[in-house]
């Protein structure tokens, strides 16, 4: 049995990393409520979007979901792990965290490997449901190029004049999608690829798209590198907590 002076230096520490563990676990629990309100509203609101990169209905919201469902989950896990101070518990949590970050670790490498393959797939695939855009299909490409347009306030893929080379420009022009305001659009200037240059965005959709992600990519890269580095600080904080637990009751025999 250890000296009661020990003890008591070894108490003020667990109560210290009981306290960041919470904190931290609490965090961890939040992006997870936050990943599940993205896939929630990804499902609900995206579903055509993603539809122009599979002629079938995409997993991608459904991953969100599942994966804030289980980030939400192992958080109160956590929580609740470091409030019964069980050492095998925090081991489980500390598991989790590593798993978690691996998972992280690989998406961020495969995608920074592989984001010229994903740069030519999208592209690829804007390319097709502009050539194939009917003005009628609901809830189709068509839709989903019409809705991406009027957010985005862009027109075709690289620039406006790509409508120029689609059937659907022959018989109607440029959709009205396209347009800065519906009312200035008539049916003979959408015709025209020159009287809509004024009256229509001239950027392309998939050109203005890339070209924030390329500016920002090391902001993206920033963010992730944080995220990985959150979860090393979670696995550090169980370890450490779940040693201290362990020791000090050896301690009190």
């Known amino acids: ?13 667990i109560t210290c990393l009981k306290t960041f563990l919470i904190s931290y676990s609490l965090i961890f629990w939040f992006t997870g409520v936050i990943l599940l309100a993205v896939g929630v509203w990804g499902k609900v609101s995206l579903e055509a979007y993603f539809s122009l990169a599979s002629e079938e209905s995409t997993n991608a919201p459904y991953v969100l979901i599942g994966t804030g469902a289980i980030i939400v989950i192992f958080g109160l896990f956590g929580c609740f792990a470091t409030c019964r101070g069980s050492p095998w518990m925090l081991k489980l949590y500390a598991m989790f965290l590593t798993l978690v970050f691996l998972a992280e670790l690989v998406a961020g490498v495969s995608g920074f490997i592989f984001r010229h393959e994903i740069k030519a797939k999208l592209g690829f695939a804007y390319e097709n449901a502009v050539s194939n855009y009917n003005g ?50 008539s049916p003979e200037t959408l015709k025209d690829v020159e009287k809509a240059a004024t009256e229509v965005y001239t950027v392309g959709c998939f050109a203005r798209v890339t070209r924030v992600m390329e500016s920002n990519l090391g902001i993206i890269a920033g963010i992730s590198f944080g995220i990985a580095f959150f979860q090393l600080i979670g696995i550090f904080l169980s370890c450490c907590l779940s040693r201290y637990i362990t020791n000090n009751q050896y301690e009190m025999v």
Do not use: H
Request: one cysteine or more; aromatic letters at 6%.
């Open 136 to 185: 009628t299909e609901a809830g189709g490409s068509s839709a989903a190029v019409d809705s991406i347009q009027r957010t985005l306030l862009c027109c075709g893929v690289n620039n406006y004049t790509d409508w120029s080379g689609t059937k659907y420009f022959i018989d109607n022009g440029i959709p009205v999608s396209c347009c800065k305001s519906s009312s200035n659009c």
């Open 1 to 13: 049995m250890s000296p009661p002076s020990r003890r008591l230096q070894t108490k003020p520490v």
